[in-house]
């Protein structure tokens, strides 16, 4: 059974960083590419980084360039979300995904939900004001 664990969520105010981690229990799969979504309370899941199968391309949405970074370690099935200058607009459960099915064609199809077929439980950020 594929488990995708997330930790190192957490609280902090607003212009401190976390650090996501995301491991695969398993060790057994190969991942296609990576990726973190987030949800806030209220609102539909959306994308927030991706990463390919050997992590040399990196996807990120608009909100979070320059401030996050996503990187993996293939060796090990983890993937990271490096989070700094936190806003409290980045307060949401984030979720790690992953896909087993074969490579996605096209920075757009990293963004879809629908593309990832491993998910986390995910891990609450909270930033304060």
């Known amino acids: 059974q594929v488990q995708l664990v997330e930790s190192g969520g957490g609280l902090v105010q607003a212009g401190g960083s976390l650090r996501l981690s995301c491991a695969d229990s398993g060790r057994t799969s190969t991942y296609y590419a990576m990726a973190w979504f987030r949800q806030a309370p209220g609102k539909e899941r959306e994308f927030v980084a991706a990463?390919?199968?050997?992590?040399?391309?990196?996807y990120y949405t608009d909100s979070v360039k320059g401030r996050f970074t996503i990187s993996r370690d293939n060796a090990k099935n983890t993937v990271l979300l490096q989070m700094n200058s936190l806003k409290p607009e980045d307060t949401a459960v984030y979720y790690c995904?992953?896909?087993?099915?074969?490579?996605?064609?096209?920075?757009?199809?990293?963004?879809?939900?629908?593309?990832?077929?491993?998910w986390g439980q995910g891990t609450q950020v909270t930033v304060s004001s």
């Open positions: 995904a992953a896909r087993t099915s074969g490579y996605l064609d096209g920075a757009y199809t990293y963004t879809f939900p629908g593309k990832y077929d491993v």
């Open positions: 990463t390919n199968w050997s992590g040399s391309n990196t």
